[in-house]
């Protein structure tokens, strides 16, 4: 096994099931992916964002499937096409044979996407894990980025140091937090809570992360789930959290996040429920 991807496995600890074995290769997949577009200069233009960026920028304890970014500065003609050979160049150089593929969208859609493919067997073969499977099963990495995010958020370089240390360009956790808050409260869930984005709540909440409430307001404006005329103000966030929490079908968000954690943390969403998460939304501060 290649020593980077021996050194990425390690930060795992024990992999005890096949579900834990198709994480690592996934994000394993997403670091070379995101050494890829560093070589390219994607940095240049954007930064990363979401619960990856969560994952591997500030050690979030959970696995996570997207991988989300923010231009810079507006560009709806943007597309990830000029980063694929990139991409594909740090995976090939570390053993993996995984294509770089654009997803069509309109010329109007605000966001842009692209999906990372990896043969699955393969891919556990190249992190020393031997599993049959069916043929042509793929681990699929999408790679998402918005073209208009709007003003407010705050910037910074996070190192990264592995497979090779390099600096990303990402958001500040306040304004990791903001993009976070604002899932939680504009998010469409249909039948399926994203049970992540409140495991996620929780993680923040336990680092006391303020929440920059400009970049907050710029994106519920935005989505259209904020239109008073008044400053968004942490009382009316509060109460907005309140009722938000209030309707979540707790059950289906651990169902959502359980496959993403390790087998013998599950436990820890024993206690979700909305008073929980209700208690945590009046400890909520803002940024200075």
């Known amino acids: ?12 600890g024990p992999i005890g099931h096949a579900q834990d074995e198709d994480n690592a290769l996934r994000e394993i997949v997403q670091q070379l992916a995101l050494l890829g577009l560093h070589r390219g200069g994607f940095f240049k233009k954007a930064s990363f ?22 231009l810079i500065t507006p560009d709806m003609s943007f597309s990830f096409a000029p980063y694929f050979e990139a991409i594909e160049s740090e995976l090939t150089r ?20 692209a999906f990372v493919k990896q043969d699955t067997i393969a891919g556990l073969l190249l992190i020393d894990r031997h599993r049959r499977g069916p043929r042509g099963q793929l681990v ?43 899932a939680l409260l504009a998010r469409a869930y249909l039948n399926r809570v994203k049970g992540r984005d409140y495991y996620d709540f929780l993680f923040y909440a336990a680092r006391d992360t303020p929440v920059n409430m400009v970049y ?8 259209g789930h904020y239109k008073a005329s008044e ?18 079908d707790f059950d289906k968000a651990r169902d959502d996040v ?31």
Not at 95 to 111: K, L, M, Q, Y
Request: proline residues 5%; aromatic residues 8%.
């Open 94 to 113: 570390y053993g993996f044979s995984a294509r770089v593929e654009e997803r069509r969208t309109g010329p109007d859609a605000a966001i842009g996407s």
């Open 140 to 182: 699929k990495v999408r790679l998402e980025v918005d073209k208009q995010n709007p003003p407010g958020a705050e910037r910074t370089k996070k190192l990264v140091k592995l497979p090779v240390p390099f600096l990303v360009s990402t958001l500040s956790e306040p304004s990791l937090f903001a993009g976070k808050v604002h």
């Open 216 to 223: 907050l307001e710029a994106k519920l404006r935005d989505s």
């Open 258 to 288: 359980r496959p993403l954690i390790k087998a013998n943390e599950v436990d820890s969403l024993d206690d979700w429920g909305a008073e929980l998460f209700v208690a945590l939304a009046h400890e909520l501060r803002a940024t200075s």
């Open 231 to 248: 400053t968004l103000t942490q009382t009316c966030l509060v109460q907005m959290l309140e009722r938000k929490f209030l309707s979540v």
């Open 49 to 70: 964002y979401g619960g990856t960026a969560l994952r591997l920028l500030y050690n979030l304890d959970r696995f996570s499937e997207d991988m989300d970014f923010c």
């Open 1 to 12: 096994m290649n020593d980077a991807i021996a050194a990425m496995l390690k930060r795992y």
